[in-house]
């Protein structure tokens, strides 16, 4: 004669593990480039979050170089279109922001040479009053120091509008150093340019910065 065996399966059930779905905006930036590589196109959630986190960081890149243009929405959109269609391409995804810079410089600059916009040669023949790395002061970066944070905003505006003024060759040249961090050898290969001349449009265009900002450091 057989007997049932009574079974608690309240007891079971606290030992299933739960399975938890971590929210798209709780996943880091790694991950969620990561989630964009995974399948045939990248995920859309995850595509959208990332889009979320890194349009300031395009546009402040955008406004930099091109800060006369009424367009940089349109060139914003197309740097996220070539993001979409190459994120697969990235071996490093811990390296998204870098990759992602260069992406918006290169966009950049394809259009500054279809508008022709540099039309005139700007001479280089005057020496290098100054050698890199000599300033005593750096234009903001994305994570400005405690002796940058004291600085007040006045002085960035002021800053941001001498930087707009520069002529095109010196504006991308010192955006591309100081504000996106490139070596000297990528911003030769994207502006097509010698090493040599890098370099001193580095010099010269941190010497008109100085210049056109003295009065008001004086002050």
């Known amino acids: 004669m057989s007997q049932s065996i009574p079974v608690s399966w309240s007891s079971a059930e606290v030992m299933i593990p739960q399975t938890q779905v971590q929210p798209i905006e709780k996943l880091s ?15 859309r959630e995850a595509f959208a979050e990332l889009l979320r986190r890194y349009q300031p960081h395009v546009e402040k890149i955008l406004y930099h170089l091109a800060p006369d243009w009424q367009d940089r929405a349109d060139l ?5 279109i070539r993001v979409y269609r190459n994120i697969k391409r990235l071996n490093e995804p811990v390296k998204f922001q870098g990759w992602l810079s260069r992406i918006a410089t290169n966009l950049f600059y394809d259009e500054l040479r279809k508008r022709k916009r540099v039309t005139q040669p700007i001479s280089l023949d005057a020496p290098r009053m100054l050698d890199d790395g000599e300033m005593d002061w750096e234009i ?3 994570n400005p120091g405690p002796v940058e944070k004291l600085s007040t905003t006045e002085f960035y505006e002021q800053l941001h509008r001498a930087i707009a003024d520069l002529p095109d060759v010196f504006r991308i040249t010192i955006v591309l150093r100081e504000i996106e961090g490139m070596a000297y050898e990528e911003i030769a ?3 097509g340019v010698s090493l040599g001349t890098v370099k001193s449009r580095i010099a010269r265009a ?14």
Do not use: K
Request: proline share 2%; hydrophobic share 30%.
């Open 29 to 43: 930036n790694y991950d969620l480039v990561l989630r964009c590589q995974t399948g045939h196109r990248p995920q």
């Open 76 to 80: 914003a959109q197309e740097v996220w």
């Open 140 to 142: 903001a970066a994305d």
């Open 189 to 191: 290969e994207i502006t």
């Open 206 to 219: 941190r010497q008109r910065l100085q210049s056109q900002l003295q009065n008001y450091l004086d002050s």
